[in-house]
């Protein structure tokens, strides 16, 4: 099925570090969220963005709507060892219409640098 | 706690059987979403239901089907099991047909 671009796939992070992840589609979306998946859960919904070029934040988190309504960015500043899981953007190409469906991006991994 | 329900949490069964996972959504939600979860495909879209009818198909198999009933509870059923459909299941609730979606824990389904 369709996906998103998600990149990086993974990414190795040192308490206190900011990291910055990205999708990309050939679709247009009307909306973006942004998920956290720990091992065996389900995703948690992290960031929702409803509007082009919008800037939302949550806590140390913050999420951007790319003007192009191809992409969306994700990052996470001062980092701490509880941020360690599998962030996934995903999208959505009606609102309020008879599909409501997401499309994951693979998602990018964060682990703790050894 | 998304507020989402699922159970059962684990699931082994053989090869050939048939299994039905159950999700009730987060109170007020209308629209319940099953989504399947394996290594190599990422989470993919199954299928949708709002308030009691089909509104969206996706990548869902002939042998799969789900039903959403007045309480608002869905249940999917997954029939002729074959080693690949061993997958994590996820429901997710949202109050319309688009917006946030809530998941639920997941089934993890081990077919052997």
């Known amino acids: 099925g369709q996906q998103l671009n998600q990149s990086p796939q993974s990414m190795f992070i040192q308490e206190g570090e900011d990291v910055s992840m990205n999708c990309t589609s050939s679709s247009i979306f009307n909306t973006w969220l942004w998920y956290k998946q720990d091992p065996g859960e389900g995703p948690v919904l992290l960031i929702a963005?409803?509007?082009?070029?919008e800037l939302t934040s949550n806590g140390r988190l913050t999420a951007q709507f790319g003007i192009t309504r191809k992409d969306s960015f994700l990052n996470i500043s001062a980092s701490i060892p509880s941020d360690v899981g599998i962030y996934f953007c995903a999208g959505q190409e009606r609102y309020g219409g008879s599909q409501g469906n997401l499309i994951f991006g693979k998602g990018t991994k964060l682990s703790v640098k050894p | 706690d998304s507020g989402v329900t699922q159970t059962p949490k684990h699931l082994i069964t053989a090869t050939g059987q048939r299994v039905t996972l159950r999700c009730s959504p987060r109170?007020?939600?209308?629209?319940v979403y099953w989504y399947q979860q394996s290594l190599d495909q990422g989470l993919q879209f199954l299928i949708q239901?709002?308030?009691?009818?089909?509104?969206a198909k996706g990548n869902i198999l002939e042998r799969f089907s789900a039903q959403q009933f007045p309480d608002l509870h869905s249940e999917l059923n997954l029939s002729s099991l074959e080693l690949g459909d061993s997958a994590l299941y996820f429901c997710?609730?949202?109050?319309?047909?688009?917006?946030?979606?809530?998941f639920g824990p997941g089934t993890r389904l081990t077919v052997t």
């Open positions: 963005l409803y509007k082009a070029g």
């Open positions: 997710a609730s949202s109050t319309k047909t688009g917006g946030e979606q809530y």
């Open positions: 239901y709002y308030n009691g009818e089909e509104r």
């Open positions: 109170s007020g939600d209308l629209s």
